[in-house]
C-alpha cells in the first residue's frame, strides 16, 4: 500500500472511530462509551505511526530462541478438546463462519495442504518475556477470501477450546473461554497466519495445537491458541464481555500493538 492510500485508509478509520464514539455517548453507556473512543484514538494514533501494512521484523535461524515459554493454557481440558487430542486430530474441524457468504469447516490436513507462511519472528508476552520462534501456516486472509465476508463484517474472531478457570470457580463455563479479535486491517495483514507448526514441527499441545494464530505486530494474547471457530462479525459488543477478548474483558488493552 502505498503512503497515500495509507493516509486516506488512516483517516477513514479514525472516521469511523469517532462515528461509533459519538453514536455510543449518546446512548446509555456513556461512562464505558468514553473509555471505548479513548482506546480507538489510542488505535488510531498507533495505526498512524505504524502504517497498517507494516512488516513485524524476521529473524534468522541462528536467531530462534532454544526455549520458547508456554503460557496462559498449555493443556486444556475441555472434553471435546481431550477427545480430539486422543485421536491425534484426525476429525477436527476449523469452522469458519459468521457474516460471510460461504461458510466452511476445514481439517489439518487441508490446511497443511494450503500455501503456507514461514516467519521467524519474536513474540512478546506483556508479562515482560519475549521468544523468537518460527512459525508456519497459511495467510489468515487466505481462509477470509474462501468464505467471502459480507459487506457488514467488521471483526474476526476467534475462539478457542480452552477454559481459563479449569479449576471450576466460575459457575458459567463460558465466561471463562479464551477468546481474541481482530479488525480486518491485522485480519488481513501478511503475517497473520493460521500456524500449524512451530520451529519445523507439528504445534506441540502447550504452544496450541492444532491451530493456532500468529499475530506478529501485537502483544502475546492477541495471538490465540487451541482454536476451535473463526466468526466474522459486525460488532464485539455480544461477544464474551464485550472488549474483544479474555484479556481486554480483564482490562488489558485490546489493540495491543508493540
Ligand atoms: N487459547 C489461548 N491462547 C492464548 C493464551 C491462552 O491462555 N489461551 N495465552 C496467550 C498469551 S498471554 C501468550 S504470551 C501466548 C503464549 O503462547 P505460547 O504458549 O506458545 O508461548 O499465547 C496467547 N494465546
Ligand atoms: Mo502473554
Known amino acids: 500500500m502505498d503512503r497515500r492510500r495509507f493516509l486516506v485508509g488512516g483517516l477513514a478509520l479514525g472516521g469511523a472511530a ?56 498449555t493443556d486444556p481440558q475441555d472434553a ?70 459480507k459487506p457488514q ?23 471463562s473461554r479464551y477468546y481474541e479479535s481482530l479488525d480486518l486491517v491485522d485480519a488481513y495483514h501478511p503475517q497473520t497466519i493460521v500456524a500449524f507448526e512451530m520451529n519445523g514441527k507439528p504445534l506441540e499441545v502447550a504452544h496450541g495445537a492444532p491451530l493456532r494464530l500468529r499475530v506478529e505486530r501485537q502483544l502475546g494474547y492477541k495471538s490465540p491458541k487451541y482454536l476451535k471457530v473463526i466468526e466474522v462479525v459486525e460488532s464485539l459488543a455480544e461477544i464474551g464481555s464485550g472488549r474483544g477478548g479474555y484479556w481486554p474483558d480483564q482490562g488489558y488493552d485490546w489493540y495491543a500493538g508493540i
Open 18 to 73: 469517532a462515528l461509533s464514539g459519538c453514536d455510543q455517548i449518546a446512548g446509555a453507556k456513556a461512562g464505558r462509551a468514553a473509555l471505548q473512543a479513548g482506546e480507538d484514538a489510542t488505535t488510531f494514533v498507533q495505526r498512524l505511526l505504524l502504517t497498517p501494512q507494516k512488516m513485524a521484523r524476521e529473524f534468522a535461524e541462528s536467531e530462534i530462541s532454544a526455549h520458547f515459554k508456554p503460557n496462559g493454557s
Open 80 to 149: 471435546e478438546y481431550r477427545k480430539l487430542l486422543a485421536e491425534n486430530f484426525a476429525s477436527y474441524r476449523l469452522k469458519v463462519g459468521g457474516l460471510v457468504e460461504k461458510p466452511f469447516e476445514i481439517s489439518v490436513d487441508e490446511i497443511r495442504a494450503m500455501t503456507a507462511r514461514t516467519q521467524i519472528t519474536r513474540h512478546d508476552c506483556v508479562e515482560g518475556w519475549s521468544a523468537i520462534g518460527k512459525w508456519t501456516g497459511p495467510q489468515l486472509l487466505e481462509l477470509l477470501q474462501r468464505a467471502q465476508l
Open 153 to 175: 463484517a467488521r471483526y474476526v474472531v476467534f475462539h478457542c477450546f480452552d477454559n481459563m478457570d479449569e479449576g471450576g470457580l466460575s459457575a458459567d463455563e463460558d465466561a
